[in-house]
């Protein structure tokens, strides 16, 4: 059923011209790499992103509870920053590969790995007792490169992955490692700061920076939001925004979460257009054999009366409008201003 909640097909390279002869070697790695990428897209995926902080936990958990069928795959991914020398300890690199292998002596981001892992064990998924592998890749000429370590269930195909990459910054890092997936869903922090849409032209934070240009959608979580209950799902009846309630609903539904339907009016006289909007959301959810527990309309200027009437919730989710940055500075973006000012978890759908 999570087969609905697609990502972009981003991953997909452009074939080779004719001309090019490929060696049996390169086609072989591309076959091979073909034949993975077609497995990870019949699985629901997700890259929980953490920074060393207990707050990242949250994020962990977050995976953890939306990720607890079989169908779904996790990947804890922290990014370093490129260290040529590495200063991180003055390890030789031997010593700092085998260190990302074993577990022992400790590198920034390594422990951090080793509480996620702990987390999810609290949430009743033990990878640790699955069969093991683990990779590296020399990177940005980096002493540690990247490294992973990914535990797969025999019986039901299902991974955790343990991802300590390097790059130049951490959105850097996590909008490349969507390109080695491909992935349904990012999980993010709450952001320390977010621009207006001019500034973040220039300078974004690495939230904003994810949200605005992943390909797949984006849950920016906050502190204190897994305590609530509930998806508030919002729509404006266009078909971009009725195929984010389908998405969101199979989501909420998989994990047992009580939905509510949302729209917005801006004036007194699109109420019954909003009351329209959900109706007809709710009508597409009943055909699916999805419960909708409420739904509400609301009058005012949309990201504030979704901002206030969805912040009770555990998730407010929001449709990616698909404007480009310049598009947004004129027009501005109803589901980022919900991103920004939210005192709740935001799933931004695209």
């Known amino acids: 059923m999570l087969s609905i909640f697609k990502r972009r097909n981003a991953d997909e390279k452009p074939q080779k011209p004719a001309a090019a002869k490929a060696s ?20 629901f995926r997700i890259l929980a992103c953490i920074d060393g902080t207990d707050e990242a936990l949250e994020n962990v958990r977050f995976a953890a509870r939306l990720g607890a069928s079989d169908e779904c795959d996790i990947i804890l991914l922290y990014v370093r920053p490129i260290d040529h020398g590495l200063a991180s300890g003055g390890l030789q690199v031997r010593v700092a590969r085998q260190n990302m292998l074993d577990w022992g002596i400790e590198l920034p981001g390594v422990r951090d790995l080793r509480k996620a892992v702990e987390v999810l064990k609290e949430e009743g998924i033990s990878p ?18 990247d490294n992973k370590i990914e535990y797969q269930q025999e019986e039901s195909g299902r991974s955790v992955v343990l991802k300590l990459k390097t790059a130049p910054d951490p959105a850097s890092g996590i909008l490349d490692q969507y390109e080695l997936g491909p992935y349904n869903l990012i999980i993010v922090g709450e952001p320390s700061r977010w621009r207006g849409e001019f500034k973040s032209v220039f300078d974004a934070g690495v939230v904003q920076k994810v949200t605005m240009l992943a390909p ?36 909420a539904h998989t994990v047992d979460s009580p939905i509510t339907l949302y729209s917005a009016a801006r004036e007194l006289k699109g109420r019954a257009a909003a009351r329209e909007n959900v109706e007809n959301a709710k009508a597409i959810l009943t055909r699916m054999g999805i419960e909708v527990d409420r739904t509400r309309v609301g009058i005012g200027e949309p990201a504030e009366q979704i901002i206030r009437h ?41």
């Not at 609530?228 to 984010?244: E, H, P, Q, V, Y």
């Not at 998730?315 to 940055?325: A, C, L, P, Q």
């Not at 919900?338 to 931004?348: D, F, I, Q």
């Open 24 to 43: 049996p070697h390169e086609r072989e790695a591309e076959r091979t790499l073909g034949e993975l990428r077609e497995r990870r897209r019949k699985r």
């Open 128 to 145: 640790d007792e699955w069969p093991i592998s683990s990779a590296h890749t020399d990177v940005w000429g980096d002493p540690l490169g």
């Open 310 to 350: 969805g912040s009770g919730h555990q998730v407010i989710v929001v449709s990616d409008e698909g404007r480009s940055r310049f598009e947004r500075i004129f027009k501005g973006s109803v589901a980022y201003a919900v991103v920004r000012g939210a005192r709740t978890s935001v799933l931004n759908v695209r």
């Open 216 to 251: 797949c959608s984006v849950l920016v979580v906050r502190k204190g939001s897994l305590s609530k209950s509930g998806f508030f799902i919002c729509t404006d009846g266009t078909a971009r925004s009725l195929n984010t309630v389908k998405r969101a609903a199979v989501l």
